[in-house]
Nanobody, 126 residues
Framework: QVQLVESGGGLVQAGGSLRLSCAAS????????MGWFRQAPGKEREFVAA????????FYADSVKGRFTISRDNAKNTVYLEMNSLKAEDTAVYFC???????????????????WGQGTQVTVSS
């Protein structure tokens, strides 16, 4: 089992940047595929980004591609989401998640992630 704790959210103006962190504890962090998801008020949770166990491959939603970067530091048991050129529509609660299995075609499917953090609020003012 793994416990996940997000941090780094806050209020930022449109065009600004934020860096989210997700610290993991428990079983070997490097054995998990890690993902970031978000949920805006009144909307369903959506995939944002994911990274494979070694960090060798990354995946992004089209809406954030070119603006967001996911990375991980297995020595620090931490995954990051660097968010640049933020837009009002990026406002949401951001969650990190972990899964032990990986099939690339399903890496965007939130229901297949076994462990979730409590979320961190990101608010972008226009």
């Amino acid at each position: 089992q793994v416990q996940l704790v997000e941090s780094g959210g806050g209020l930022v103006q449109a065009g600004g940047s934020l860096r989210l962190s997700c610290a993991a504890s428990g079983r070997a962090f490097s054995s998990y595929v890690m993902g970031w998801f978000r949920q805006a008020p009144g909307k369903e949770r959506e995939f944002v980004a994911a990274i494979t166990r070694s960090g060798g491959s990354t995946f992004y939603a089209d809406s954030v591609k070119g603006r967001f970067t996911i990375s991980r530091d297995n020595a620090k048991n931490t995954v990051y989401l660097e968010m640049n050129s933020l837009k009002a529509e990026d406002t949401a609660v951001y969650f990190c998640a972990a899964r032990s299995s990986i099939t690339i075609p399903t890496i965007r499917v939130g229901a297949l992630y076994e462990y979730w953090g409590q979320g961190t609020q990101v608010t972008v003012s226009s």
